[in-house]
């Protein structure tokens, strides 16, 4: 039976003595011996159920499922030389499960015990995902075999400040050898504005670039066509790629 000690001692009390002050200072008095009185009368039913707990196989049966949440079971051996075995199903602490059973077996009584495997399994429930799918990449590294070698350097003019324009080669992938390319420039009517110039994209780069002064040129609005061809790697390939370049038209002031 849960004792209410404030509203005991109050009553308690003589009556000359049930003032405000006097009520309110024996509550004071009282508030930790209240937390201690119901943090007691929590670990009473646990205690209660040790008590109870006996050697008997039914008993520590329960007494087991109930503390390390598992299933058990208990056989009773012959006595020679184990009186009886207790098999666990899944993962249990041992050190636990051993203080558990010395705690309630009968004295002299030798056992065993035996622990299982433990299983996983999960699932999702309840996802309500617009999509999911799940996109998985690979990356070969090394080892080009699988797709067609091919590097495409793409020559582009890209207009600067004033009358400069730079001539800028991008390549598709990093090259793996010097690549040098002969670039010509022309103007819409197929006159020459450049003669054959160079520019090389090296080694473990993917890009290059070279500045050009067209300040001579009147060259508003026209459309500047490019003539590239691969210089090296010699063949237009290495032991790596084959290399190809290709004229990208760019349109002068733009």
Known sequence: MLLNLFTYIKNSLPVRLQRVVVIEFVRALLQQLNAVSDRFHLLVPGYRYRINANASVISLWHHIRRELDVDVF??????????????????????????????????????VFRVGAVEYTASFIGHRCENIGVDYQAKFIEHYCEDDGIVRIDVVVVPQTGNDYEIVLTASRFVRSNTEVAIEIFDPHGTMLFGEFYVTIASGNISASKMVDFSEFALAGALLRTNSKLLSPINGSDEYFNYTVRDVRHRYGQ
């Open 74 to 111: 208990i056989a009773e051996l012959d006595g020679k030389p184990i009186d009886f075995l207790v098999e666990v199903g899944g993962f249990v602490d041992e050190n636990r499960l051993r203080t558990l059973i010395d705690s309630y077996k009968l004295a002299g009584k030798s056992y």
